[in-house]
């Protein structure tokens, strides 16, 4: 057994950081795991990244020309990650602009999410019932170039002040329905600590804010920043979550493990954001193994996203197929725990609508028919004479006033016959029985 644990003779001793690119070779490790350091020695323009990367000239021309409308920044720590000399090295083609970016197709929109029309007060989206979105910056570690938010990030180069913080706060406090704020930007995890803190603390002491949960690609573009202390402050007001934009398999280093390990050992449960991007992510291998290693590392898998409709990233786009392709071969392939939800953030402030393979085949009222991902096709038979206790055992239920979803959801329970177009006050409208197998069907039309 004993020998069983020991390394084979011959095999390298594990890895424990990632190659850095010969400019900073000589950096003392003192420095280059600083996060500071790495914030000031960010690649900014064409003749930083030349320094690292022998550009094309479409590189050299979309960056000169990029840089006049929208930020470039790479941390050296990142940079060290891209292949110098291919440039559809996946990671590189993520930070580094091409002049594809200048290109507006027809279907691109400024605001493809429509958050500026939901934004009560500025810097602070409510689109759900129960939960807000904050952006409590414009300013990330390393500028996505497949940004959803790309007019407004980095664009100002600002910090959300105490004065905007505190009308932020004082909505939420305000406003009972919000039991979840979700912070995110640009990056909020790219503040210093305490003025991280300063927004945990104000939103912790609101009663009814449940959950928090922070949005940041900082542990894959600068791990450094995950030191202790912040961890240590962090723990200290869960319940707390954290969701990590992960895109390619070569973003999960030592350097990351390491980072996410320290947030997962506070107790803070991580999980991941990826979009699916032409070129770099568009393979149900690549994928399934960004998937895996996620698990690995201590996040799970949470959404998948279609790209955006943003201005000039068409070229980063795909086909909505090619994401359900995705998910069919993760499926029954692969752990459950290893699968996303793939959504579309709907244009127009739609919000995430979930996409899925067609699983459910057909209903009676006796049988439901589904497929497997092998392709088997099995009948369940449904209970006899079922109608839900709900009414009786709920106290929600029970109470009408409280229990008047919106949306489909309002359908189901009978508060309204039509969704959409001209609607007749709930009072008004006639109870219909609505099979959820005819939703179903609706669907798919
Ligand atoms: C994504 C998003 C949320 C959170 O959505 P979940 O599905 O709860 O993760 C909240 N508000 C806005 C505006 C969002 O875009």
Redesign the pocket.
């Known amino acids: 057994m004993q020998r069983e644990l020991e390394e084979p003779p011959g095999d390298k001793p594990p890895q424990l950081s990632s190659r850095r690119a010969a400019v900073w070779e000589a950096v003392p490790d003192a420095l280059w795991n600083d996060w500071h350091w790495q914030m000031r020695h960010r690649l900014t323009g064409v003749a930083d990244l030349k320094r690292v990367l022998t550009l094309t000239g479409e590189e050299e021309d979309g960056v000169a020309q990029t840089l006049q409308h929208l930020r470039m920044a790479i941390t050296p720590y990142f940079a060290s990650l891209l292949d110098p000399h291919n440039p559809n090295c996946p990671l590189r083609r993520q930070v580094v602009p091409t002049t594809q970016e200048l290109v507006v197709s027809q279907a691109d929109m400024a605001d493809p999410?429509s958050?500026d029309h939901?934004s009560p007060v500025p810097g602070l989206?409510h689109?759900?019932p129960d939960?807000?979105?904050v952006l409590v910056t414009d300013q990330c570690a390393a500028y996505c170039r497949h940004c959803t938010r790309r007019r407004l990030v980095g664009a100002k180069q600002q910090v959300m002040g105490l004065e905007q913080m505190d009308r932020v706060v004082r909505y939420v406090a305000e406003h009972t329905e919000v039991r979840?704020v979700?912070m995110s930007g640009g990056d909020p995890l790219i503040m210093s600590d305490r003025h991280i803190e300063y927004l945990l603390a104000r939103l912790r002491a609101i009663p009814h804010v449940e959950i928090i949960r922070l949005g940041s690609r900082v542990p894959v573009y600068l791990p450094q920043r995950i030191t202790p202390e912040l961890v240590a402050m962090l723990r200290r007001y869960h319940p707390l979550y954290i969701n990590i934009h992960f895109n390619h398999p070569a973003e999960v280093t030592p350097e990351v493990k390491q980072a996410c390990g320290r947030l997962a050992d506070a107790g803070i449960p991580l999980g991941s954001q990826t979009v699916l991007l032409r070129g770099i992510n568009d393979c149900p291998h690549i994928i399934k193994r960004l998937l895996q290693l996620m698990l690995m590392i201590r996040v799970r898998p949470y959404y998948l996203y279609q790209c955006d409709l943003s201005q000039g990233i068409e070229h980063f786009r795909t086909s909505v197929a090619k994401g359900i392709e995705i998910i069919e071969n993760l499926r029954g392939h692969t752990s459950g725990l290893a699968v996303p939800q793939f959504v579309i953030?709907a244009p127009g402030g739609g919000?995430?609508v979930p996409i899925l393979p067609q699983y459910l085949i057909s209903m009676s009222d006796g049988k439901a028919i589904v497929r497997n991902f092998e392709g088997k096709i099995c009948a369940y038979s449904q209970p006899e004479g079922y109608r839900s206790q709900c009414q009786e055992n709920c106290a929600c239920c029970q109470d009408a006033e409280r229990c008047a979803p919106q949306g489909v959801a309002g359908l189901l329970q009978g508060n309204a016959a039509v969704l959409g177009g001209e609607q007749r006050p709930a009072e008004a409208a006639v109870p219909v029985h609505i099979c959820p197998a005819m939703l179903h069907d609706a669907a798919l039309q």
């Open positions: 999410l958050e939901h989206v689109r759900y939960r807000v979105l979840d979700l953030d919000g995430k």
